[in-house]
């Protein structure tokens, strides 16, 4: 079982910048592939970014390439999120994920672990 637990969030004007990071316990994510997800008012929980167990695979969805940038460290159980040039289009609720597949996949429903979310406010 793995517990996961993301924090940084908060609120931010437009152009800012945050970092997120989600730590894991109850056992090594070394293995797990690690997706964000973020979720806004009324909206569907959608895919942000994911990055595999050896950091080698990667991948964005478009609305937040060149802006983010998904990482890992596995030695600490930790994955993070750093978001720059933030807009009011990126206030969501945002989750970290872990699968145990080592494929990356970029659809929730192949997530076996979430966190509970930590809010991001981006205000114009």
């Known amino acids: 079982q793995v517990q996961l637990a993301e924090s940084g969030g908060g609120l931010v004007q437009a152009g800012g910048s945050l970092r997120l990071s989600c730590q894991a316990s109850?056992?090594?994510?070394?293995?797990?592939?690690i997706g964000w997800f973020r979720q806004a008012p009324g909206r569907e929980r959608e895919f942000v970014a994911a990055?595999?167990?050896?950091?080698?695979?990667?991948y964005y969805a478009d609305s937040v390439k060149g802006r983010f940038t998904v990482s890992r460290d596995n030695g600490k159980n930790m994955a993070y999120l750093q978001m720059n040039s933030l807009k009011p289009g990126d206030t969501a609720v945002y989750y970290c994920?872990?699968?145990?597949?080592?494929?990356?996949?970029?659809?929730?429903?192949?997530?076996?672990?979430w966190g509970q979310g930590t809010q991001v406010t981006v205000s114009s």
């Open positions: 990055i595999s167990w050896g950091g080698d695979t990667i």
């Open positions: 109850g056992r090594s994510i070394i293995s797990y592939t």
């Open positions: 994920a872990a699968d145990v597949s080592i494929v990356v996949y970029r659809t929730e429903e192949n997530y076996d672990y």
